[in-house]
């Protein structure tokens, strides 16, 4: 592509002060250090798994974009090479002439080493229909200029290539990690019945799977479109492949497994779970039967009191659990899953709420109890006073008993009597004080 010749129409004139033999020398020395280093870097190029990758792979995007320039680049930069070796195989015969160069020889050799020695064709000189032939043209550098633009050409060739080898070396095989991930996800799902149309995580499993397939296509196809570079970085394959979609879809994936593993769970203990919540409705059914049992005995043993109304047995509940039964007889466990987990929260407020409602129908009989219970108490507290005998005492306490131990109890009245009888205690059981009149004391005004 390109060939070594002398600087042009500078023949016999240095550009500066014409190099002695030693400065020469280590020109030479030079220049083919960095050759041997040029030629290093380009065979390792040649040879990197990436560049093969990309030679035989169907590209879309911007990588088919970015590819087709850095391939020109690539046969531009051996084209370079070649012009460099050429230029630098030219030099060391000149130099080769004589043990002790002559003045001559050393102004040609100043004017290569130091002038724009070497004529490269040009990559826009593409063959042209024309009357005169097709048209040339062509470039020229001096040796340390041709250097920088093979490492600029190096460089931005070694950035598409390192880069596409870097996602292919990451995605793929992550990408096809969590495939296999899901597709044993999915024989998983299907065996507890989630599937597609039928279970919400069934349909995200068919997203996941569509996402997966279209990700690696466009991951193997595109690579540099999920590649993120790292900021400020000029070093060839500076960042990070992009890994947002395989992330996300790696999350999905965790979210239906986990149901999956809930569903699963479901099957293990179903019958158990199924077996409490039959416990549960059976002891709210007895709960509301004994309620309304003690309603019908509080109408008849309570006046004048006001006694909520029972509802009937959770007949509804009762239907729904024998949906559930009917869900786990034909293995539905992602239908069973959600209806056990509702059922057990709607089955433990129907039994809360049967026993609210029983406290609430058996309160009067707690009520009538409760004055029972003081109006004894009170009586044994005369007798160790030896106050039984006092005649208002006995009088009172019968009539507070006869209403407590009456069927229909008014439980006003009963109370009021009660609280009579307290009363009259308290005062006769209150000692006198010293000097009062120890003579009888007249309560009749107190009947």
């Not at 470039?139 to 190096?154: A, G, I, K, P, S």
């Not at 690696?216 to 990070?240: C, K, T, Y």
């Not at 999350?251 to 158990?272: K, N, Y």
């Not at 039964?325 to 293995?331: L, M, N, P």
Request: proline share 6%.
């Amino acid at each position: 592509m390109g060939v070594a010749g002398p600087f042009p129409g500078s023949a016999g004139r240095p550009q500066g002060p014409v190099m002695d033999r030693d400065e020469v020398d280590r020109a030479l020395a030079r220049l083919d250090a960095e050759h041997e280093a040029v030629e290093t870097s380009l065979l390792a190029l040649q040879d990197h798994a990436g560049r093969r990758l990309l030679e035989g792979a169907e590209l879309t995007g911007v990588t088919k974009d970015r590819w087709a320039g850095a391939e020109q680049a690539i046969t531009l930069l051996w084209g370079y090479f070649d012009a460099y070796t050429a230029a630098l195989h030219e030099l060391r015969e000149i130099r080769a002439r004589r043990n002790r160069p002559s003045r001559e020889d050393l102004v040609e050799l100043t004017e290569r080493l130091r002038g724009r020695s070497v004529t490269v064709a040009s990559p826009a000189a593409a063959p042209a229909p024309s009357i005169t032939g097709p048209a040339r043209l062509s470039e020229e550098f001096t040796l340390e200029e041709l250097v920088m633009r093979m490492n600029e050409l190096y460089a931005s060739s070694l950035d598409m290539v390192v880069t596409a080898d870097a996602v292919w070396s990451a995605l793929p095989a992550r990408i096809d990690l969590l495939s296999a991930e899901l597709q044993r996800t999915r024989s998983l799902a299907h065996s507890v019945g989630v599937r597609p149309g039928e279970h919400p995580s069934g349909d995200d499993l068919e997203s996941i799977t569509h996402e997966l397939s279209a990700l690696r296509i466009q991951v193997v196809s595109d690579p540099l479109a999920f590649w993120r570079s790292a900021p400020g970085s000029s070093a060839p394959g500076g960042g990070r492949p992009d890994t947002e979609r395989y992330d996300r879809a790696a999350r999905a994936l965790e979210d239906v497994r986990r149901e999956i593993e809930a569903v699963l769970q479901v099957r293990q203990d179903s019958e158990e779970r199924l077996l409490r919540l039959r416990d549960l409705l059976s002891r709210a059914d007895r709960t509301l039967t004994e309620a309304r049992a003690a309603r019908g005995e509080v109408l008849a043993k309570i006046a004048a009191s006001e006694v909520p109304a029972v509802s009937g047995p959770p007949t509804v509940l009762q239907e729904r659990l024998a949906t559930a039964s009917e869900y786990r007889r034909h293995a539905q466990w992602h239908r069973l899953s959600p209806l056990l987990e509702s059922l057990e929260r709607e089955a433990e407020d129907e039994l809360l709420r049967a026993r609210e409602s029983l406290t609430a129908v058996t309160a009067p009989l707690a009520v009538r109890a409760e004055l029972r219970g003081r109006l004894d108490a009170y009586k044994a507290k005369v007798a160790r006073h030896g106050l039984a005998e006092d005649p208002l005492l006995i009088e009172r306490y019968d009539a507070a008993r006869r209403m407590l131990w009456s069927a229909p109890c008014d439980l006003r009245a009963a109370e009021q009597a009660v609280l009579r009888y307290q009363h009259a205690a308290v005062e006769v059981m209150v000692p006198r004080a010293p000097g009062s009149d120890s003579g009888p004391v007249d309560r009749r005004g107190d009947r």
